[in-house]
């Protein structure tokens, strides 16, 4: 994969990466707080003419492709694998449309302290930040502990969803089911989420695509040893890509879900 883009593509990325807008100069450079380290002072310097970056701090620099394998400590290979997938899903951002905030995850921890929140945007566009402790936000979530979305409800539930996407976990809970998932998409499952499903009745239920159902499986694999027991459950009727929120939307119901999994009580 190449990292020739357009100027536009180029800044994009950059602020999908670190939640903030670059505002470049006359030769298309912007300085940016890097998400790599706690960056208080904008040390992230993106020449979208140049299409290159380097963070003063961490003394790194490169293209896109860099950047991916030094913000998710992986290989070419992966860096490039999720380069694919961020630009099948980029949206082109014009001035007629203008990104807006259509809703606010919180992820907080066992007694309810928020730890982050994610952002998801129309047109399609997820960031992540946390609390500068200022009435602030810091968009760097390094160094947050990872935990299941709507944790405390987990922790009391015998009976789970896991999902893949927020906006589907709560769906789910609006019908009264426990449900929960994970921050940054398919195929994101942290394996120590493990211990927070133990002796659980989990069911699994995957987006209508390759990823989505690798992501299930994923989900699957980590959980069998500890849950009492775990079930992936497709859903009929979906065209590519769509989710159990498309499903519900479709006229199914709360008792048809249930009945996919016999005998599970909530």
Not at 42 to 58: D, E, T
Not at 164 to 185: F, P, V, Y
Not at 207 to 231: C, F, M, P, T, Y
Request: net charge positive; with cysteine.
């Amino acid at each position: 994969m190449k990292d020739d883009l357009s100027e536009q593509k180029f800044l994009e990325y950059f602020e999908s990466r670190t939640g903030i807008r670059p505002r470049v100069n006359h030769k298309g450079e912007a300085m940016l707080r890097c998400p790599c380290h706690d960056d208080k002072n904008s040390s992230l310097a993106v020449n979208a003419k140049k299409q290159v970056w380097h963070c003063f701090a961490c003394n790194k620099g490169g293209g896109i492709t860099q950047f991916e394998m030094f913000l998710r400590k992986c290989d070419r290979a992966t860096a490039r694998r999720e380069l694919r997938a961020w630009f099948r899903g980029a949206p082109s951002r014009t001035e007629s449309s203008p990104r807006e905030i259509v809703a606010i995850y919180n992820y907080t921890d066992e007694d309810d302290v928020l730890l982050k929140q994610v952002l998801r945007y129309v047109p399609k566009h997820f960031s992540q930040r946390k609390s500068d402790g200022k009435g602030g936000w810091n968009w760097n979530v390094l160094g947050v502990r990872e935990v299941p979305y709507r944790l405390s409800e987990l922790i009391q539930s015998t009976a789970v969803f896991v999902t893949e996407g927020e906006k589907d976990a709560d769906g789910l809970r609006a019908l009264g089911l426990a449900a929960t998932t994970n921050s940054g998409g398919a195929g994101k499952w942290p394996k120590e989420f493990a211990s927070f499903f133990a002796a659980k009745t989990v069911v699994v239920v995957p987006d209508n695509d390759d990823i989505g159902r690798g992501h299930a499986e994923q989900v699957a694999r980590n959980l069998h040893a500890v849950a009492a027991s775990v079930k992936v459950v497709h859903l009929e009727g979906l065209m590519p890509k769509e989710d159990v929120s498309d499903w519900l939307n479709k006229g199914h119901t709360k008792e048809e879900l249930l009945n996919k999994w016999e005998g599970l009580e909530v």
